[in-house]
């Protein structure tokens, strides 16, 4: 199962990151003491890092991983239209879910933290999933407690399409998150438009950005969502695009000058 996994991976850890770093110190102390031949106590010093650095990953493994933050960035575009003024999107991304397993409290907070914030939108950018897809399973019920009050959208990423496109897609609508795969959905306030655009996971080959393109309203700003952010060397090609929200890093890819927070 995916808890007993977890729990190989984190014994094998344990034992595998301080051997690495007791060695890698215990090399350098050896060159230390040929450079100056002195005695440094070579071992000593080694077993006290090894054992910080098993302390690390136990605490990163088990607590650390639940202390979250939310992060805010604004970004600025001069021909935003002002009924978006200070539009807030909240992006959730790289969960991995079956990190997770049996442990619906932690994602609990998660959620009610999301909430808390009150967020125009709500988006997801890919890999929902880690290594199964029915481990999403047990959270649907918690996740579909996320609000957003223009809706929650997603993309998929790498590992959701390794494990089974379909049931992730099947489980995203359980949790009442829209997926869009390849699409663009208007977002409308006051009669001006804001429009949002999601690709397919570009590792596996899934986008069409063609696709994107018909459905795009010219002169009309744009959002893309793509679990890739190497994306943005693509996106950042079309007029209609202020911003790319990605996945496997913090920051967006594309810092353009109203008021949208992230």
């Known amino acids: 199962s995916m808890y007993r996994l977890s729990n190989f991976l984190l014994i094998f850890l344990c034992f595998a990151v301080p051997k690495a770093i007791f060695v ?7 060159l230390l003491f040929l450079i100056s031949g002195r005695r440094l106590y070579g071992g000593y010093i080694a077993g006290v890092v090894a054992l910080a650095s098993l302390a690390y ?4 493994a088990t607590e650390g991983k639940q202390h979250f933050q939310i992060r805010e960035v604004t970004i600025t575009y001069k021909d935003l239209p002002d009924a ?3 539009y807030r999107i909240l992006q959730l991304s ?9 442990n619906g409290k932690a994602i609990q907070k998660a959620v009610d933290m999301v909430n808390a914030e009150q967020a125009d939108l709500v988006v997801f950018t890919g890999d929902i999933v880690n290594n199964i897809a ?13 609000k957003g009050k223009d809706g929650v959208y997603s993309v998929l990423g790498n590992h959701d399409h390794w494990m089974d496109a379909k049931k992730v897609k099947e489980a995203l609508n359980n949790a ?8 663009v959905y208007p977002l409308q306030k006051q009669n001006k438009t804001l429009q949002i655009a999601g690709v397919d996971s570009i590792t596996l080959h899934k986008d069409d950005i063609e696709k994107v393109k018909e459905k795009l309203e010219k002169n009309t700003p744009a959002i893309m969502l793509a ?3 190497d994306f943005a060397d693509t996106t950042s090609k079309l007029p209609q695009f202020i911003l790319q929200l990605s996945g496997p890093v913090s920051y967006t890819h594309l810092t353009l000058p109203t008021k949208l927070e992230v």
């Open 24 to 30: 890698i110190v215990i090399l350098i102390m050896k």
């Open 94 to 102: 790289d969960i991995h879910s079956g990190s997770w397993t049996r």
């Open 84 to 86: 978006f003024d200070g």
């Open 134 to 146: 029915t481990e999403l399973d047990e959270f649907i019920p918690i996740l579909s407690q996320i």
């Open 176 to 183: 009442n998150i829209i997926n869009l795969e390849n699409d």
């Open 227 to 229: 679990h890739e952010p």
């Open 57 to 60: 990953v136990v605490y990163g």
